[in-house]
């Protein structure tokens, strides 16, 4: 049984999201992203409670902008999916989850040292340029599922 429910199209919308914001990290830095996304849809707390789908979480406004920049910045976003990057996120979809990435809700690349907490949420862990973020403890119990 899938993490989440999903469609042909969500798994080609998440892996062009997952090229998008980790290419340069490879398929283990793309995986993670990948854990994000499908752990939002997941999360049925804080920003994220609304969110079930996997297009939900990719289009989301928050403060006036998309939550992922590679939405508003267009880039290699609105390039066709690969079928290597559709393995990956299906894999995400399906079961696959790893610290970092495991249960965190948000990364991103501070282009520094990764800050032991960001709006006030624990550091999960980093790798290469993106630091990942879990929900601090006791405000998110879904995420865990």
Known sequence: M??????????DLMARMMRAEAE???QQGMLYVGNVIVN??????LDFVDLRTIPQVIY???????SFEAVQKGNVF???????????????LDYWRQQP??????????????????????FAGQYKNHCYYEPAAGTCASVYR
């Open 78 to 92: 609105y390039h066709r999916a690969r079928s290597a990057e559709k393995r990956l996120a299906k894999r995400n």
């Open 60 to 66: 989301q406004v928050q403060g006036g902008n998309y």
């Open 2 to 11: 899938p993490r989440v429910k999903y469609t042909s199209s969500d798994v």
């Open 101 to 122: 990435g495991k249960y965190a809700l948000w990364y991103f690349n501070p282009y520094a040292p990764c800050p032991q907490t960001w709006y006030g949420q624990p």
């Open 40 to 45: 939002r849809a997941q999360a049925d707390c």
């Open 24 to 26: 340069g990290e490879g």
